[in-house]
């Protein structure tokens, strides 16, 4: 798989920010990140959704008040897959995806013999966010999330807060962000000013901050777009005019990202309708991300023949059979519930091709979106990591 960029578990990813922290203020650590500094015991983690390294570079290139951070940049990579619901769990655990089991934004969970969206943890088929912590359901045993870096410093009596836009803190925030204060904001400027604030009265502390317009913006106008190079760009030059006005005690910020994405249109989409073969061939329907899709085979269906007829009617896809995902290091350390979630095949995007399933019964109008990600090229898999200390 040539041309793909494999997730760096050992020291180079989003997995091993978390023990960087932990190592910072002296608690059990496994894996930080290599050559990595922080000077001060009051910390801010900035996660910006949806910016690749490649365009982060541009970008800053772009606004000359922010030219300063490319001497603090370093390149890190996403998880498999190089999407936002995997990255973040990965980021407040510092679990491989294969241990925290949260593979993709749509999953198949045995246990309910059900697909679920990971991030509003609900059914595919329901739009009521929540859905499962409505009706008595509970979704921690779906995942293994039993403790997070915030939980980890509270006990130590380290305070930790989180900052998310309004309505973002259900779903899957319930539980990637234990043992922190979550707060609403309205915009950058509010959650890190106050940030600044809470952080300026402590010795020690830690706070995290997510935005996710990035992300809404390139699936909306494209990863080149105006829109998307302003949008990172205004956060980024708001972040850097706000750290030089109040900053008053030393700090240490990172700015990260959870994933890039590729520019995508109309003619990308493979829709899985369309062929009657596969679709008679498979015991669930697709689960995972648009340009890496899991698959599980009827019984009566051989494996390796739908594998060959993949491989022959899907251009610019590579078909994995599950021990392929394994001996590739794709999720890390795979447990073994995790394991009989998977499936048989993985169809994974080696192009600009994506792959489209309607969860809702017959096919509907869709928005076409002109950026995704979740697969492996390089544009999607590598992210910046900013590493300021004042």
Same mark, same amino acid.
């Given at each position: @798989?040539?041309?793909?960029?494999?997730?760096?578990?050992?020291?180079?990813?989003?997995?091993?920010?978390?023990?960087?922290?932990?190592?910072?203020? $002296?608690?059990?650590?496994?894996?930080?990140?290599? !050559?990595?500094?922080?000077?001060?015991?009051?910390?801010?983690?900035?996660?910006?959704?949806?910016? $690749?390294?490649?365009?982060? @570079?541009?970008?800053?290139?772009?606004?000359?008040?922010?030219?300063?951070?490319?001497?603090?940049?370093?390149?890190?990579?996403?998880?498999?897959?190089?999407?936002?619901?995997?990255?973040?769990?990965?980021?407040?655990?510092?679990?491989?995806?294969?241990?925290?089991?949260?593979?993709?934004?749509?999953?198949?969970? !045995?246990?309910?013999?059900?697909?679920v969206n990971t991030r509003s943890l609900s059914p595919m088929i329901s739009e009521d966010r929540d859905y499962f912590q409505k009706h008595g359901v509970n979704v921690s045993k779906f995942f293994k999330?039993?403790?997070?870096?915030?939980?980890?410093?509270?006990?130590?009596?380290?305070? *930790?807060?989180?900052?998310?836009?309004? $309505?973002?803190?259900?779903?899957?925030? !319930?539980?990637?962000?234990?043992?922190?204060?979550?707060?609403?904001?309205?915009?950058?400027?509010?959650?890190?000013?106050?940030?600044?604030?809470?952080?300026?009265?402590?010795?020690?502390?830690?706070?995290?901050?997510?935005?996710? *317009?990035?992300?809404?913006?390139?699936?909306?106008?494209?990863?080149?777009?105006?829109?998307?190079?302003?949008?990172?760009?205004?956060?980024?030059?708001?972040?850097?005019?706000?750290?030089?006005?109040?900053?008053?005690?030393?700090?240490?910020?990172?700015?990260?990202?959870?994933?890039?994405?590729?520019?995508?249109?109309?003619?990308?989409?493979?829709?899985?309708?369309?062929?009657?073969?596969l679709m008679n061939s498979l015991s669930t329907p697709p689960f995972g991300e648009a340009r890496a899709s899991f698959i599980k085979i009827e019984r009566d269906y051989d494996v390796d023949e739908v594998?060959?007829?993949?491989?022959?009617?899907?251009? $610019?896809?590579?078909?994995?059979?599950?021990?392929?995902?394994?001996?590739?290091n794709l999720l890390g350390q795979v447990d073994s519930n995790v394991c009989r979630r998977l499936g048989d095949l993985l169809i994974l995007s080696t192009s600009t091709k994506c792959l489209d399933y309607?969860?809702?019964?017959?096919?509907?109008?869709?928005?076409?979106?002109?950026?995704?990600?979740?697969?492996?090229?390089?544009?999607? @898999?590598?992210?910046?990591?900013?590493?300021?200390?004042?």
């Amino acid at each position: @798989m040539q041309d793909l960029v494999f997730p760096r578990y050992d020291g180079e990813s989003i997995t091993n920010v978390p023990h960087t922290i932990l190592k910072h203020f $002296g608690l059990n650590f496994k894996r930080p990140l290599n !050559r990595i500094y922080l000077s001060s015991d009051r910390l801010i983690s900035i996660l910006i959704d949806g910016v $690749g390294y490649r365009d982060f @570079m541009k970008i800053i290139n772009t606004f000359h008040e922010i030219e300063w951070f490319k001497d603090h940049v370093k390149i890190i990579t996403s998880t498999f897959p190089s999407t936002t619901s995997t990255a973040l769990v990965s980021l407040s655990t510092g679990l491989e995806p294969g241990l925290h089991g949260v593979i993709g934004s749509v999953m198949y969970i !045995r246990e309910i013999g059900m697909i679920v969206n990971t991030r509003s943890l609900s059914p595919m088929i329901s739009e009521d966010r929540d859905y499962f912590q409505k009706h008595g359901v509970n979704v921690s045993k779906f995942f293994k999330i039993e403790t997070t870096v915030f939980n980890e410093l509270s006990s130590v009596g380290v305070r *930790t807060r989180v900052y998310l836009p309004k $309505g973002l803190s259900d779903g899957i925030s !319930r539980l990637i962000y234990k043992g922190a204060e979550v707060l609403d904001y309205s915009g950058i400027s509010d959650a890190l000013i106050n940030a600044l604030t809470f952080l300026q009265d402590l010795d020690q502390g830690y706070v995290h901050i997510y935005i996710p *317009t990035p992300d809404q913006v390139a699936h909306k106008y494209g990863v080149d777009s105006d829109e998307y190079v302003n949008c990172v760009g205004d956060i980024l030059v708001s972040i850097d005019r706000i750290l030089k006005k109040y900053v008053k005690k030393s700090i240490s910020i990172i700015i990260l990202s959870d994933h890039g994405l590729i520019p995508t249109g109309e003619h990308d989409v493979v829709k899985f309708e369309d062929h009657e073969y596969l679709m008679n061939s498979l015991s669930t329907p697709p689960f995972g991300e648009a340009r890496a899709s899991f698959i599980k085979i009827e019984r009566d269906y051989d494996v390796d023949e739908v594998k060959q007829y993949l491989e022959s009617r899907f251009r $610019g896809f590579k078909i994995l059979k599950i021990s392929e995902i394994f001996s590739s290091n794709l999720l890390g350390q795979v447990d073994s519930n995790v394991c009989r979630r998977l499936g048989d095949l993985l169809i994974l995007s080696t192009s600009t091709k994506c792959l489209d399933y309607s969860y809702r019964g017959e096919p509907r109008e869709k928005t076409i979106l002109k950026a995704q990600h979740g697969s492996l090229l390089s544009r999607e @898999m590598l992210t910046p990591l900013v590493i300021l200390n004042f």
